[in-house]
T-cell receptor, first 109, second 116 residues
Framework: KQEVTQIPAALSVPEGENLVLNCSFT??????LQWFRQDPGKGLTSLLL?????REQTSGRLNASLDKSSGRSTLYIAASQPGDSATYLC????????FGAGTTVTVRA | ETGVTQTPRHLVMGMTNKKSLKCEQH?????MYWYKQSAKKPLELMFV???????ENNSVPSRFSPECPNSSHLFLHLHTLQPEDSALYLC???????????????FGQGTRLTVV
């Protein structure tokens, strides 16, 4: 059974600092990995999708890397802003999406 | 607007009530999913429909009954729920999973369910 772990569980940084969010998974036989953002009480917004054959994916200030062999992905958010405050979820697709518990980020103005 | 719409956004129901959650996707996808998100727990996959056929049921109690009348609509019928069923219920869609599972999943805004 796929187990997905996200570290840290919570993170608080001053505005402008870069964010590094970690995701690890136990079974490397995956199709892709997806990073989501969730605001309190809301649904999930897809941020980045990395296919299993890719090493990284970028969108604006966001960059996600994938090391499938070691079962790790990292989401980098450059020059954080208060609007980046949310919970970030990692989901691994091995024919179904398995989610981590998320990292709750607070960016202080 | 994510292309996946859930109604209602909030629902309070008694333990003897019957209610339904609705999900509609406008993305042309043919796989749809129900997830449960309880406080302090990871999302739990409940049901998967692919090409309008239920392909996965993750040991969900029978008081939850899904229905997928076509590839754009998904329902979750609720009957005699328990207080511990209170949670955020999320619907998602993607392209057909049999295509190798490379498709990106899109989620709705969820229905906040409270069972009293």
């Amino acid at each position: 059974k796929q187990e997905v772990t996200q570290i840290p569980a919570a993170l608080s940084v001053p505005e402008g600092e870069n964010l590094v969010l970690n995701c690890s998974f136990t079974d490397s036989a995956i199709y892709n990995l997806q990073w989501f953002r969730q605001d309190p009480g809301k649904g999930l917004t897809s941020l980045l999708l990395i296919q299993s054959s890719q090493r990284e994916q970028t969108s604006g200030r966001l960059n996600a890397s994938l090391d499938k062999s070691s079962g790790r992905s990292t989401l980098y958010i450059a020059a954080s802003q208060p609007g980046d405050s949310a919970t970030y979820l990692c989901a691994v697709n091995d024919y179904k999406l398995s989610f981590g518990a998320g990292t709750t980020v607070t960016v202080r103005a | 607007e994510t292309g996946v719409t859930q109604t209602p956004r909030h629902l309070v129901m008694g333990m003897t009530n019957k209610k339904s959650l609705k999900c509609e996707q406008h993305l042309g996808h043919n796989a749809m999913y129900w997830y449960k998100q309880s406080a302090k727990k990871p999302l739990e996959l409940m049901f998967v429909y692919s090409l309008e056929e239920r392909v996965e049921n993750n040991s969900v109690p029978s008081r939850f009954s899904p229905e997928c009348p076509n590839s754009s609509h998904l329902f979750l019928h609720l009957h005699t729920l328990q207080p511990e069923d209170s949670a955020l219920y999320l619907c998602a869609s993607s392209q057909d999973r049999t295509g190798g599972g490379n498709a990106e999943a899109f989620f709705g805004q969820g229905t906040r369910l409270t069972v009293v």
